[in-house]
Structure formats: C-alpha cells, structure tokens
T-cell receptor, first 117, second 111 residues
Framework: GAVVSQHPSRVICKSGTSVKIECRSLDFQATTMFWYRQFPKQSLMLMATSNEGSKATYEQGVEKDKFLINHASLTLSTLTVTSAHPEDSSFYIC?????????????FGPGTRLTVL | LAKTTQPISMDSYEGQEVNITCSHNNIATNDYITWYQQFPSQGPRFIIQGYKTKVTNEVASLFIPADRKSSTLSLPRVSLSDTAVYYCLVGYPSNSGYALNFGKGTSLLVT
C-alpha cells in the first residue's frame, strides 16, 4: 500500500522556539493532505487541510498564524508550530489520500511526538 | 460529517471473534463507512471500508444493514497484537480527499 512518512518522529524543544514537521507521500502524489493532533488518551482532532499550491483550510479554533502549513509539492506538506509552548505538546499526525485506488482510503504517517519544555 | 457512536472499550480473549458495532444514524446517501486501527504512538491504519451489505478482506469483515444506520466490524480469532483502538468513521471520499472525523473509538484489550 501507499506510504506516508513524517520527520522527525520525536522532537523536544524549548518554549518559544519554532518546530517544523514534514509529511511526505513516498510513492504517490497527494494534492490534499490533512494534519491531526492527538492528546494522550484522546481521539485524533483535525487541525487543517493542506492543499497543494494554495492556502490551507483550518478548523475552527486552530490558529493559522501559529500552525503554519505549506504544501509546496504533490508529495510534501510541512507543519510549523511557531513559538511553541508546553500546551502545544502533543502527537501530530498527517494523512494523505491516494486517489489511484478504488478504495479512496487515507494513509496516515507514523506521527511526530512534540514535547515543549 | 455524520456523528458516530461506539462502545468506549471491549475486552476479549485470544482466539475469540470480536464484533464492534458503530451507530451512525445520520449517515448521508453518499457516505462510506471506514474503520481504522491505531496502536499507541502510531498513526491510524486502514482496516476496511464499505458502503452496504458485507465486505470482507484478509483481516476483517464489515457488516452493514440495509438502513446503513449502523455497522459492525468483525475481527476473527483475535490475538494479543489486535489490542488497539478501533475507530469507525463515516464520510464521503471526494476527488480531493475528505477529512476524517474521528470519534472516541473503541479500545480493545485482548488477553
């Protein structure tokens, strides 16, 4: 099946710094990717929809100036957490849909564990 | 996006068949039903997807009654490695992809 990778898998940073997370579709092109956030023992919450070549669409309550999304190519979307604070510590997961298949399934990355000290 | 309701948790023993039922009373005509599995600190993994009646693949079966207001994921002969959270999602897969609305999921413990 299609593979989605994320980098880094784990990052620890100081409060006030910015962190960039990469999401790549390795063997397919994805015009749309999605970014989710998951707090411990909770479900995934959609943050934003990343569209190649255009602005991302953010869910209500998600600050677009804090969570910068860039989808510069058909295989790469990046999420930058700017001026990170301890409350931003979470598990960030991206997904992409492989439109080639008939199942229309979404493939998820392995996630990035962000810890802000 | 249609709301889904699943049991919060289920327990089972190795070798048993596990059935997890999901309610989605407000499912739209074009919506598909998709199940994902998630292990701790990993991204969700696609299990199965269906629109109506029964779908079976190498890992699970999905039963959908005629009114499509619910669905049942069936895992045959579970093992310890099937301990995970299972999410039922309902949505319409458009050409650009559709955002998935994850509910609380069902935490399955196999012992």
């Amino acid at each position: 099946g299609a593979v989605v990778s994320q980098h880094p898998s784990r990052v620890i940073c100081k409060s006030g710094t910015s962190v960039k997370i990469e999401c790549r579709s390795l063997d397919f092109q994805a015009t749309t990717m999605f970014w989710y956030r998951q707090f411990p023992k909770q479900s995934l919450m959609l943050m934003a929809t990343s569209n190649e070549g255009s602005k991302a669409t953010y869910e209500q309550g998600v600050e677009k100036d804090k969570f910068l999304i860039n989808h510069a190519s058909l295989t790469l979307s990046t999420l930058t957490v700017t001026s990170a604070h301890p409350e931003d510590s979470s598990f960030y997961i991206c997904s992409a849909r492989d439109s080639r298949g008939a199942r229309n399934e979404q493939f998820f990355g392995p996630g990035t564990r962000l810890t802000v000290l | 996006l249609a709301k889904t309701t699943q049991p919060i948790s289920m327990d089972s023993y190795e070798g048993q068949e596990v059935n997890i039922t999901c309610s989605h009373n407000n499912i739209a005509t074009n919506d598909y039903i998709t199940w994902y599995q998630q292990f701790p600190s990993q991204g969700p993994r696609f299990i199965i997807q269906g629109y109506k009646t029964k779908v079976t693949n190498e890992v699970a079966s999905l039963f959908i009654p005629a009114d499509r207001k619910s669905s049942t994921l069936s895992l045959p002969r579970v093992s310890l490695s099937d301990t995970a959270v299972y999410y039922c999602l309902v949505g319409y897969p458009s050409n650009s992809g559709y955002a998935l609305n994850f509910g609380k999921g069902t935490s399955l413990l196999v012992t």
